[in-house]
Protein backbone atom coordinates (compact mmCIF):
# COMPACT_ATOMS: atom_id res chain seq x y z
CA UNK A 1 0.00 0.00 0.00
CA UNK A 2 1.51 3.27 -1.26
CA UNK A 3 1.93 6.26 1.67
CA UNK A 4 0.49 9.72 0.34
CA UNK A 5 1.47 12.67 2.63
CA UNK A 6 -0.50 15.77 2.53
CA UNK A 7 1.10 18.58 3.42
CA UNK A 8 -1.28 21.49 4.80
CA UNK A 9 -4.47 20.60 6.35
CA UNK A 10 -6.30 23.60 4.44
CA UNK A 11 -9.30 23.54 2.29
CA UNK A 12 -7.00 22.01 -0.80
CA UNK A 13 -5.27 19.32 1.77
CA UNK A 14 -8.09 17.74 3.48
CA UNK A 15 -10.45 17.42 0.16
CA UNK A 16 -7.27 15.43 -1.71
CA UNK A 17 -7.41 13.49 1.40
CA UNK A 18 -11.13 12.90 1.30
CA UNK A 19 -11.33 12.35 -2.39
CA UNK A 20 -8.40 9.86 -2.66
CA UNK A 21 -9.94 8.19 0.52
CA UNK A 22 -13.33 7.65 -1.66
CA UNK A 23 -11.74 6.85 -4.76
CA UNK A 24 -8.79 4.81 -3.94
CA UNK A 25 -10.00 3.51 -0.50
CA UNK A 26 -7.82 0.55 0.48
CA UNK A 27 -4.97 1.42 -1.92
CA UNK A 28 -3.16 4.36 0.05
CA UNK A 29 -2.09 4.77 3.33
CA UNK A 30 -3.24 9.00 3.97
CA UNK A 31 -1.03 11.06 6.45
CA UNK A 32 -1.68 14.47 6.58
CA UNK A 33 0.43 16.92 8.18
CA UNK A 34 -0.29 20.76 9.20
CA UNK A 35 2.18 23.00 11.28
CA UNK A 36 -0.77 24.73 12.96
CA UNK A 37 -2.77 23.37 16.14
CA UNK A 38 -6.09 22.97 14.09
CA UNK A 39 -7.51 22.52 10.62
CA UNK A 40 -8.81 24.86 8.33
CA UNK A 41 -5.55 27.07 7.13
CA UNK A 42 -7.09 30.29 5.81
CA UNK A 43 -10.66 28.87 6.26
CA UNK A 44 -9.95 29.52 10.19
CA UNK A 45 -12.45 29.64 13.00
CA UNK A 46 -10.97 31.02 15.83
CA UNK A 47 -12.39 30.27 19.37
CA UNK A 48 -12.47 32.91 21.85
CA UNK A 49 -10.06 32.39 25.07
CA UNK A 50 -12.63 33.36 26.99
CA UNK A 51 -15.29 30.63 25.95
CA UNK A 52 -14.45 28.16 23.29
CA UNK A 53 -17.97 28.09 22.48
CA UNK A 54 -17.33 31.32 20.77
CA UNK A 55 -16.20 31.59 17.51
CA UNK A 56 -15.28 34.10 14.84
CA UNK A 57 -13.79 33.58 10.73
CA UNK A 58 -10.51 35.43 10.69
CA UNK A 59 -9.80 34.74 7.35
CA UNK A 60 -12.60 33.65 4.59
CA UNK A 61 -15.85 35.15 5.29
CA UNK A 62 -18.97 33.77 2.44
CA UNK A 63 -18.99 30.82 -0.18
CA UNK A 64 -19.93 32.39 -3.44
CA UNK A 65 -20.58 30.67 -6.23
CA UNK A 66 -20.99 31.89 -9.89
CA UNK A 67 -23.31 29.55 -12.32
CA UNK A 68 -20.84 28.11 -13.65
CA UNK A 69 -18.71 26.52 -10.73
CA UNK A 70 -22.61 25.80 -9.29
CA UNK A 71 -22.98 23.65 -12.02
CA UNK A 72 -19.83 21.80 -12.05
CA UNK A 73 -19.01 21.57 -8.32
CA UNK A 74 -23.31 20.66 -7.74
CA UNK A 75 -22.28 17.70 -6.01
CA UNK A 76 -19.72 19.51 -3.64
CA UNK A 77 -22.00 21.94 -2.80
CA UNK A 78 -25.42 19.41 -2.55
CA UNK A 79 -23.16 17.40 0.04
CA UNK A 80 -22.10 20.29 2.08
CA UNK A 81 -25.63 21.70 2.43
CA UNK A 82 -27.16 18.55 3.23
CA UNK A 83 -25.24 18.17 6.23
CA UNK A 84 -26.41 21.63 7.12
CA UNK A 85 -22.23 23.19 6.81
CA UNK A 86 -23.32 25.69 4.18
CA UNK A 87 -26.95 27.82 4.57
CA UNK A 88 -27.69 30.48 2.23
CA UNK A 89 -26.48 34.06 3.38
CA UNK A 90 -29.39 35.57 4.69
CA UNK A 91 -28.34 38.61 6.84
CA UNK A 92 -27.66 41.74 5.32
CA UNK A 93 -24.85 43.21 3.91
CA UNK A 94 -24.11 46.25 3.52
CA UNK A 95 -21.34 47.76 0.25
CA UNK A 96 -21.68 44.10 -1.13
CA UNK A 97 -21.26 43.92 -5.00
CA UNK A 98 -24.09 42.23 -5.44
CA UNK A 99 -24.08 39.91 -8.52
CA UNK A 100 -27.67 38.33 -8.89
CA UNK A 101 -26.50 35.29 -10.79
CA UNK A 102 -24.18 34.19 -7.31
CA UNK A 103 -25.14 32.30 -5.10
CA UNK A 104 -23.60 33.15 -1.38
CA UNK A 105 -23.43 30.97 1.56
CA UNK A 106 -22.43 31.05 4.99
CA UNK A 107 -21.41 28.57 7.34
CA UNK A 108 -23.06 28.73 10.80
CA UNK A 109 -20.47 26.24 12.49
CA UNK A 110 -17.79 28.15 11.02
CA UNK A 111 -15.49 28.54 8.03
CA UNK A 112 -13.26 25.70 9.10
CA UNK A 113 -16.53 23.10 9.50
CA UNK A 114 -15.78 22.83 5.82
CA UNK A 115 -12.34 21.46 5.92
CA UNK A 116 -12.63 19.82 9.26
CA UNK A 117 -16.11 17.91 7.17
CA UNK A 118 -13.76 16.93 4.32
CA UNK A 119 -11.22 15.54 6.82
CA UNK A 120 -13.88 13.72 8.71
CA UNK A 121 -14.48 12.24 4.71
CA UNK A 122 -11.05 10.68 4.79
CA UNK A 123 -11.35 8.07 7.94
CA UNK A 124 -8.51 6.29 8.55
CA UNK A 125 -6.19 8.99 7.32
CA UNK A 126 -3.79 10.21 9.73
CA UNK A 127 -4.10 13.42 10.46
CA UNK A 128 -1.16 15.04 12.37
CA UNK A 129 -0.93 18.78 13.24
CA UNK A 130 2.19 20.32 14.88
CA UNK A 131 4.11 18.93 12.54
CA UNK A 132 6.25 21.68 10.34
CA UNK A 133 7.66 20.39 7.35
CA UNK A 134 10.91 21.91 6.62
CA UNK A 135 13.01 19.50 3.96
CA UNK A 136 12.00 16.93 1.35
CA UNK A 137 14.26 15.05 -0.38
CA UNK A 138 14.99 12.16 -2.43
CA UNK A 139 15.12 8.61 -0.73
CA UNK A 140 15.67 5.62 -3.29
CA UNK A 141 12.22 5.45 -4.72
CA UNK A 142 10.75 7.44 -2.40
CA UNK A 143 10.89 10.85 -0.20
CA UNK A 144 11.98 11.58 3.11
CA UNK A 145 10.37 14.51 4.79
CA UNK A 146 11.58 16.26 7.52
CA UNK A 147 9.91 18.47 10.24
CA UNK A 148 10.68 20.99 13.21
CA UNK A 149 11.45 19.14 16.33
CA UNK A 150 11.02 15.37 14.90
CA UNK A 151 11.58 12.00 13.15
CA UNK A 152 11.95 12.37 9.30
CA UNK A 153 9.47 9.66 7.57
CA UNK A 154 9.21 8.12 4.16
CA UNK A 155 7.02 8.21 1.91
CA UNK A 156 5.94 7.18 -1.30
CA UNK A 157 4.36 10.67 -2.66
CA UNK A 158 4.17 14.03 -1.51
CA UNK A 159 1.66 16.20 -1.65
CA UNK A 160 2.36 20.40 -0.87
CA UNK A 161 -0.66 23.03 -0.55
CA UNK A 162 1.13 25.63 0.85
CA UNK A 163 1.13 29.07 -0.44
CA UNK A 164 3.28 28.88 -3.31
CA UNK A 165 6.26 31.73 -1.37
CA UNK A 166 6.51 28.54 1.61
CA UNK A 167 6.80 25.83 -1.16
CA UNK A 168 9.94 27.79 -2.63
CA UNK A 169 11.11 27.50 1.06
CA UNK A 170 11.41 24.50 1.57
CA UNK A 171 15.01 23.24 1.89
CA UNK A 172 16.63 19.37 1.29
CA UNK A 173 16.15 19.02 -3.29
CA UNK A 174 13.54 21.39 -3.99
CA UNK A 175 16.16 23.23 -5.38
CA UNK A 176 17.21 20.86 -7.86
CA UNK A 177 13.92 19.82 -8.23
CA UNK A 178 12.46 22.33 -9.91
CA UNK A 179 13.49 23.07 -13.32
CA UNK A 180 14.07 26.70 -14.73
CA UNK A 181 10.96 27.13 -15.78
CA UNK A 182 8.64 25.70 -13.78
CA UNK A 183 10.74 28.09 -10.87
CA UNK A 184 9.72 31.69 -12.97
CA UNK A 185 5.97 30.13 -13.18
CA UNK A 186 6.33 29.78 -9.25
CA UNK A 187 7.76 33.02 -8.66
CA UNK A 188 5.34 35.18 -10.31
CA UNK A 189 2.72 34.23 -7.86
CA UNK A 190 1.46 36.99 -5.95
CA UNK A 191 -0.79 37.19 -2.89
CA UNK A 192 -2.81 40.26 -0.92
CA UNK A 193 -1.26 40.97 2.85
CA UNK A 194 -4.06 41.67 5.08
CA UNK A 195 -4.36 41.94 9.43
CA UNK A 196 -7.77 40.35 10.60
CA UNK A 197 -8.92 40.94 14.22
CA UNK A 198 -11.38 39.01 16.25
CA UNK A 199 -13.16 40.95 19.05
CA UNK A 200 -15.15 38.91 21.41
CA UNK A 201 -17.85 40.13 23.87
CA UNK A 202 -19.75 38.73 27.09
CA UNK A 203 -23.12 37.21 26.36
CA UNK A 204 -26.03 39.64 26.48
CA UNK A 205 -23.53 42.74 25.05
CA UNK A 206 -25.87 44.54 22.07
CA UNK A 207 -23.83 45.54 18.76
CA UNK A 208 -26.70 48.15 17.55
CA UNK A 209 -26.40 48.13 13.90
CA UNK A 210 -28.12 47.51 10.53
CA UNK A 211 -25.94 45.15 8.65
CA UNK A 212 -24.59 41.80 9.47
CA UNK A 213 -21.40 42.90 7.64
CA UNK A 214 -20.08 45.69 6.11
CA UNK A 215 -17.49 46.52 3.22
CA UNK A 216 -15.84 50.32 4.18
CA UNK A 217 -14.65 52.20 0.97
CA UNK A 218 -13.23 55.33 2.88
CA UNK A 219 -11.31 54.13 5.82
CA UNK A 220 -7.00 53.75 5.58
CA UNK A 221 -7.11 50.98 7.42
CA UNK A 222 -9.91 48.75 7.57
CA UNK A 223 -11.90 47.14 4.70
CA UNK A 224 -14.21 45.19 6.03
CA UNK A 225 -16.39 44.55 9.22
CA UNK A 226 -19.12 41.53 9.94
CA UNK A 227 -20.94 40.75 13.31
CA UNK A 228 -19.52 37.47 13.28
CA UNK A 229 -22.71 35.31 14.65
CA UNK A 230 -25.03 37.64 13.02
CA UNK A 231 -23.64 37.02 9.73
CA UNK A 232 -23.59 33.10 10.04
CA UNK A 233 -27.50 33.74 12.06
CA UNK A 234 -26.46 32.31 15.17
CA UNK A 235 -28.59 32.72 18.40
CA UNK A 236 -26.46 31.35 21.24
CA UNK A 237 -27.15 32.42 24.59
CA UNK A 238 -23.68 31.58 26.12
CA UNK A 239 -21.92 33.72 23.66
CA UNK A 240 -21.60 37.54 23.34
CA UNK A 241 -21.01 39.05 19.83
CA UNK A 242 -17.94 38.35 17.66
CA UNK A 243 -16.38 40.93 15.58
CA UNK A 244 -14.27 40.33 12.77
CA UNK A 245 -11.99 43.31 11.24
CA UNK A 246 -10.18 42.85 7.94
CA UNK A 247 -7.96 45.53 6.92
CA UNK A 248 -7.27 46.85 3.54
CA UNK A 249 -4.71 45.04 1.80
CA UNK A 250 -2.56 48.86 1.36
CA UNK A 251 -2.67 48.82 5.01
CA UNK A 252 -1.69 45.28 5.40
CA UNK A 253 1.36 45.38 3.03
CA UNK A 254 2.61 49.17 4.59
CA UNK A 255 2.58 47.50 7.51
CA UNK A 256 3.84 43.89 6.88
CA UNK A 257 6.53 43.39 9.17
CA UNK A 258 4.93 44.91 12.25
CA UNK A 259 4.38 43.00 15.51
CA UNK A 260 1.24 42.77 17.16
CA UNK A 261 2.13 45.46 19.73
CA UNK A 262 2.37 48.31 17.19
CA UNK A 263 -0.16 47.12 14.56
CA UNK A 264 -3.37 46.14 17.07
CA UNK A 265 -3.81 49.94 18.38
CA UNK A 266 -3.79 51.28 15.03
CA UNK A 267 -6.77 48.90 13.96
CA UNK A 268 -8.57 49.04 16.94
CA UNK A 269 -7.99 53.02 17.11
CA UNK A 270 -9.60 52.75 13.47
CA UNK A 271 -12.50 50.89 14.53
CA UNK A 272 -13.25 53.46 17.34
CA UNK A 273 -13.83 56.07 14.30
CA UNK A 274 -16.17 53.71 11.67
CA UNK A 275 -17.91 52.32 14.94
CA UNK A 276 -17.91 54.56 17.54
CA UNK A 277 -19.06 53.36 21.15
CA UNK A 278 -18.12 50.19 20.00
CA UNK A 279 -18.10 48.52 23.83
CA UNK A 280 -14.74 47.46 25.14
CA UNK A 281 -13.97 43.20 24.11
CA UNK A 282 -12.86 40.58 26.60
CA UNK A 283 -10.65 39.55 24.45
CA UNK A 284 -9.33 40.03 21.04
CA UNK A 285 -7.44 37.22 18.50
CA UNK A 286 -5.04 39.03 16.18
CA UNK A 287 -3.92 37.64 12.74
CA UNK A 288 -1.54 38.58 10.14
CA UNK A 289 -2.29 36.94 6.67
CA UNK A 290 0.78 37.33 4.99
CA UNK A 291 -0.39 35.26 2.04
CA UNK A 292 -3.89 36.10 2.07
CA UNK A 293 -5.72 35.74 -1.29
CA UNK A 294 -4.20 35.14 -4.78
CA UNK A 295 -3.70 38.03 -6.79
CA UNK A 296 -2.18 36.38 -9.78
CA UNK A 297 -2.28 32.47 -9.70
CA UNK A 298 1.07 30.40 -11.18
CA UNK A 299 0.71 30.38 -15.22
CA UNK A 300 -0.43 27.66 -17.21
CA UNK A 301 -0.65 25.15 -14.61
CA UNK A 302 -4.41 25.08 -13.77
CA UNK A 303 -5.08 23.38 -10.22
CA UNK A 304 -1.23 21.43 -10.08
CA UNK A 305 2.10 21.32 -10.89
CA UNK A 306 3.94 18.00 -10.68
CA UNK A 307 7.89 18.70 -9.71
CA UNK A 308 8.57 14.58 -9.87
CA UNK A 309 6.32 12.19 -11.39
CA UNK A 310 8.94 9.52 -9.77
CA UNK A 311 8.54 9.51 -6.87
CA UNK A 312 5.25 11.91 -7.36
CA UNK A 313 5.74 15.01 -6.03
CA UNK A 314 3.03 17.56 -6.57
CA UNK A 315 1.88 21.07 -5.39
CA UNK A 316 -1.64 22.39 -5.39
CA UNK A 317 -3.70 24.83 -3.64
CA UNK A 318 -5.63 28.07 -4.65
CA UNK A 319 -2.07 29.64 -5.66
CA UNK A 320 -2.60 27.14 -8.56
CA UNK A 321 -6.43 28.57 -9.62
CA UNK A 322 -8.01 31.23 -7.85
CA UNK A 323 -8.51 32.20 -4.13
CA UNK A 324 -11.68 30.78 -3.14
CA UNK A 325 -13.72 27.16 -2.68
CA UNK A 326 -14.06 27.03 -6.26
CA UNK A 327 -10.27 27.56 -6.91
CA UNK A 328 -9.27 25.37 -4.09
CA UNK A 329 -12.06 22.31 -5.38
CA UNK A 330 -10.71 22.19 -9.26
CA UNK A 331 -7.03 22.28 -7.13
CA UNK A 332 -7.88 19.29 -5.13
CA UNK A 333 -9.78 17.64 -8.55
CA UNK A 334 -6.39 17.94 -10.25
CA UNK A 335 -4.26 16.53 -7.53
CA UNK A 336 -6.24 13.79 -6.91
CA UNK A 337 -6.01 12.90 -10.66
CA UNK A 338 -2.32 13.05 -10.91
CA UNK A 339 -1.95 10.58 -7.81
CA UNK A 340 -4.81 8.32 -9.31
CA UNK A 341 -2.56 7.90 -12.43
CA UNK A 342 0.70 8.05 -10.69
CA UNK A 343 0.21 5.32 -8.01
C1 LIG B 1 -8.74 37.30 4.92
C2 LIG B 1 -9.20 36.29 3.92
C3 LIG B 1 -10.48 36.35 3.40
C4 LIG B 1 -10.91 35.40 2.47
N1 LIG B 1 -12.20 35.43 2.04
C5 LIG B 1 -12.68 34.40 1.29
C6 LIG B 1 -14.07 34.27 1.05
O1 LIG B 1 -14.88 35.08 1.51
N2 LIG B 1 -14.48 33.21 0.30
C7 LIG B 1 -13.62 32.26 -0.17
O2 LIG B 1 -14.07 31.28 -0.81
N3 LIG B 1 -12.29 32.35 0.06
C8 LIG B 1 -11.80 33.39 0.79
N4 LIG B 1 -10.48 33.45 1.09
C9 LIG B 1 -9.55 32.53 0.41
C10 LIG B 1 -9.57 31.13 1.00
O3 LIG B 1 -9.50 31.20 2.39
C11 LIG B 1 -8.37 30.36 0.42
O4 LIG B 1 -8.44 30.37 -0.98
C12 LIG B 1 -8.33 28.91 0.89
O5 LIG B 1 -8.57 28.79 2.26
C13 LIG B 1 -6.96 28.32 0.53
O6 LIG B 1 -6.91 26.98 0.97
P1 LIG B 1 -5.60 26.09 0.72
O7 LIG B 1 -5.86 24.79 1.36
O8 LIG B 1 -5.23 26.13 -0.71
O9 LIG B 1 -4.43 26.88 1.49
P2 LIG B 1 -4.31 27.17 3.06
O10 LIG B 1 -5.63 27.40 3.64
O11 LIG B 1 -3.29 28.25 3.19
O12 LIG B 1 -3.74 25.80 3.65
C14 LIG B 1 -2.37 25.50 3.68
C15 LIG B 1 -2.05 24.81 4.99
O13 LIG B 1 -0.67 24.45 4.96
C16 LIG B 1 -0.13 24.62 6.26
N5 LIG B 1 1.32 24.78 6.09
C17 LIG B 1 1.99 25.82 5.53
N6 LIG B 1 3.32 25.58 5.53
C18 LIG B 1 3.47 24.35 6.12
C19 LIG B 1 4.62 23.55 6.41
N7 LIG B 1 5.86 23.95 6.09
N8 LIG B 1 4.43 22.36 7.03
C20 LIG B 1 3.17 21.94 7.35
N9 LIG B 1 2.06 22.67 7.10
C21 LIG B 1 2.21 23.84 6.47
C22 LIG B 1 -0.84 25.86 6.80
O14 LIG B 1 -0.82 25.85 8.22
C23 LIG B 1 -2.24 25.70 6.21
O15 LIG B 1 -3.12 25.05 7.13
C24 LIG B 1 -10.02 34.38 2.03
C25 LIG B 1 -8.74 34.30 2.57
C26 LIG B 1 -8.33 35.24 3.51
C27 LIG B 1 -6.96 35.11 4.13
Known amino acids: MSRVLIVGAGLTGSLCACLLRREMANKVKIVVWDKSRGAGGRMSTSRSPSNAACTADLGAQYISATPFYAQIHQSFYEELLAHSILKPLVAPVEGMIMKEDLRDFVTPKGVSSIVKHYLRE ?29 EAETFDAVVLTMPVPQILQLQGDMRSLIDESQRRKLEAVSYSSRYALGLFYEAGVRIDVPWAAKYIADNPCIRFISIDDKKRSLDSPDCGPSVVVHTGVPFGVRHLEGTREEVEPLILGELQKVLPGLPQPISIKFQKWRYSQVTAAVPDCPGQMTLCSSPLLVCGGDGFMHSNFDGCVESALKVTEVLKSSL
Request: net charge neutral; proline share 0%; with cysteine.
Open 122 to 150: SAGAEVLFEHHVTRVCQKGAGWEVHRQGG
